[in-house]
């Protein structure tokens, strides 16, 4: 802004005028709000989670605040805590900023597929013969899931029943089962041998 300053003095005399540029300057970054952290569920299927968000600024000089985000509102956020940055700046290049942070939790367990059916070994002499079946397959929304088993094809199981148990677990501690019976029968009795001499 230009401002014209004229003297006179009180003979009447007056000086040529003089003119004064005052330039403001804004120096006052916008004030940003930003969302509250957030903590979801991941989406089924997904080893994510779909998160939108909104943050709002406004600025002193009543201009338009353009904002911009480290993350894409809208898109996939995966499992864990993500630091998400919001950076407000106004027409005269002023910028703030904050951060919040989108914790996605993986609650979906495992699955268990081509779970075995019980397996029933018929009397043998030979007690130490191994028992085999095809191990279950298992998946997850995540990679990495670990397949444990309490007894593995080909061990050789005792007399009667024993209860097998696979447990799928994946990097976040979700677990899943299933359960089949190896039934071993006994040889039947058929009476008692003659003595021998």
Known sequence: RVRTWNF???CGNTSANFTQTITVI?????IILCPNNQSVDNNPGVCGAVVSFSAT??????GDVALTYSHTSGSVFPIGV????????DVCGNTSECKFTVT????EAPVLTNQPADVIVGCNVDGTVPVSWTAPTASDNCPDVVLTCTHNPGD????GET????????????TAQCKF??????MPFTGFLPPID
């Open 163 to 174: 209860e097998v148990t696979y447990t799928a677990t994946d990097a976040n501690g979700n």
């Open 104 to 107: 996605v939790k993986d609650n």
């Open 57 to 62: 600024a406004k600025d002193g000089c009543g």
């Open 26 to 30: 804004d120096t006052q970054a916008p």
């Open 156 to 159: 050789q199981f005792p007399i």
């Open 82 to 89: 993500t630091e998400v940055t919001v950076t407000a700046e």
């Open 8 to 10: 006179t003095d009180g």
């Open 181 to 186: 019976m190896v039934k071993r029968s006994a």
